[in-house]
Structure formats: structure tokens, C-alpha cells
């Protein structure tokens, strides 16, 4: 009967659970809206997936930058525009070799709408480019984030260049990896914030041993360690991403489900709110 007891608690506590996450507000911290997806979805249609999904804010980058700044001048309340520095997706492989890039850049942001540069792509290879240096100067120079996709070794480098800038880590990194990524944020404990985007199946893994789909101790133990430093994501990285919306914020919200809720809601919209929407975030 105790055992019978302790079940129905567990299923009653889950079930509560669930309940709650259902209308947890999301903060996306990692989403594109660019090329195809601008003829997909127009930004009508982009702010009924976020209503029925309760995502109140999103920071939004795009290939060419023009979709970016349709849907902030759209919903600029909702939207959090970051530059991207390509004009078209084949420039991911080479354009820190492109001395053309930093003067664009510069000219974007006289616009005065953007508040990060990103998502780039870049990996240890090319750490010393000197397209890549200006770019962390210019984010420093204006008080403007860097949302970086890339290996730890980029990370370290954009550090070792300006340690005061404040940098967004796309897709928990190259290494997905609890004590790697555990290691990275000990070895930069301010200004380091990791978004969790495209990861999800992976947290979302059976544990090896029952049918039990969700985080290990130990996934779960670094979110509740460095809860003020994640912050959950998307990555509408085609187009198929805004057509599968809704299962992927499910799939979020299954394993913010099996935190404890102070945590849940840090990584769901706070640590992205205090970053984004406060008054000190702004100046």
C-alpha cells in the first residue's frame, strides 16, 4: 500500500508538473527568420505561433538581415534583433577572411535597432582571424552581445579579446557534454550564458537503464548548479522549424518539467528577461 502510495504522489507531482510548464511563459533565445522562412510565414503568422506557444519575447537574427528587421518593426516589444553578418548562407565557411564584413557591419549598426552581433559560425581554426577581432571590438565598443556559434576554444579567444563583453553560446557548444560544459563555465564565471537550442532530443534521452525519458542526475544537476547562466532555444534554422514549432517548445517544456520550478522559470524566460528586457539591459 505504501508502494501503491509513493506511486499515485509521484504521477500526482508529475502530472502538476506538466501542468505548470504548459504556461510557463518561453523567452527564445535563439531563432532566424530570414530567406525562406520570410515567404513561409508572414510576421502575422510568426506572432500566432509565438501566442499559442506563450513565447512573449524572441531574439531573432536572419540571412540577409532584412527579415530580422521586418519582424522587429512588426512587434518591436517582442523582438530582440542581433545582426547577422552574412548575406547569404554560403558566407558561414569564410567570412572572417573578409575584409569587406566589418565595414558592413559598422554600417548596420548605425541603425541603432540592434542589440547583438550573431549568430556567426567560426571554430578554433580560425580564432585569429582579424575579421573575427574586429567584431568582438565592435561588440565591445557598443556594449552589444556576441552570439556565437562555435567550439570552446572560440569562446576563450573572444574572452582573451575583450573579457567584459557578454557572449551567448548557440547549442551548448561542439560538446554537449555535462563536465566539459561545466569546466568552460568555471573557467569563465561572469558573462558566459549558453543557450540550449537543437539539443533538446538529446536531453530528452533515456537514462539506459528503464523507459525513462528525460534529464540524467547529472544534466539536471548542472542546470540547477549554473541556473542563472542557460537559457532555452529553438533555432528556426529552416523552415521546417517554424512548421514544427510547437512539438519542439514541447519537447522543452518536457524537461524544464523535471526541474525544480525556480530553475525552470530561470531558464524558460528569466535569465533572458534580466538580460534583455530590464532597464540596465538597455543602456
Same mark, same amino acid.
Given at each position: ?20 510548464? !504548459? ?34 519575447? !524572441? ?11 521586418? #519582424?522587429?518593426? &512588426? ?10 553578418? &552574412? ?6 565557411? =569564410? ?30 581554426? =580560425? ?6 577581432? /574586429? ?57 558566459? &550564458? ?5 539539443? =533538446? ?6 537514462? /539506459? ?57 530561470? #531558464? !524558460? ?15
Amino acid at each position: 500500500m505504501k508502494c501503491f502510495l509513493k506511486s499515485a504522489g509521484l504521477v500526482v507531482l508529475m502530472a502538476s508538473s506538466f501542468a505548470v510548464q !504548459a504556461q510557463m511563459p518561453i523567452f527564445d533565445s535563439h531563432l532566424h527568420y530570414g530567406g525562406e522562412d520570410t515567404k513561409a510565414y508572414n510576421p502575422a503568422e510568426v506572432m500566432a505561433i509565438f501566442d499559442r506557444n506563450q513565447v512573449t519575447h !524572441a531574439l531573432i537574427s536572419s540571412t540577409p538581415n532584412d527579415g530580422t528587421e521586418a #519582424l522587429y518593426h &512588426y512587434a518591436p516589444k517582442r523582438i530582440i534583433p542581433f545582426l547577422g553578418v &552574412y548575406e547569404t548562407l554560403q558566407d558561414k565557411r =569564410d567570412w572572417m577572411w573578409d575584409e569587406s564584413v566589418l565595414p558592413k557591419v559598422e554600417a548596420a549598426l548605425k541603425k541603432g535597432i540592434y542589440r547583438g552581433i550573431g549568430e556567426f559560425h567560426i571554430f578554433a581554426k =580560425d580564432k585569429k582571424s582579424p575579421v573575427f577581432k /574586429g567584431i568582438v571590438k565592435l561588440a565591445q565598443k557598443h556594449g552589444l552581445m556576441l552570439q556565437a556559434h562555435g567550439d570552446a576554444e572560440i569562446i576563450d579567444e573572444i574572452f582573451s579579446i575583450a573579457p567584459d563583453v557578454t557572449v551567448l553560446w548557440a547549442h551548448m557548444g561542439t560538446r554537449p557534454e555535462t563536465d566539459f560544459l561545466r569546466s568552460v563555465l568555471q573557467r569563465h564565471p561572469k558573462n558566459l &550564458y549558453i543557450d540550449t537550442s537543437v539539443r =533538446d532530443t538529446l536531453l530528452l534521452g533515456t537514462d /539506459g537503464y528503464s523507459d525513462h525519458r528525460g534529464l540524467t542526475p547529472q544534466w539536471r544537476q548542472l542546470f540547477i548548479d549554473y541556473q542563472d547562466r542557460f537559457m532555452v532555444a529553438v533555432d528556426t534554422f529552416s523552415v521546417n522549424r517554424w512548421n514544427t514549432f510547437d512539438s519542439v517548445v514541447a519537447d522543452i517544456r518536457e524537461w524544464l518539467s523535471q526541474l525544480p520550478e525556480p530553475v525552470a522559470r530561470k #531558464l !524558460a524566460h528569466e535569465n533572458a528577461q534580466r538580460l534583455f528586457l530590464t532597464k540596465k539591459s538597455r543602456e
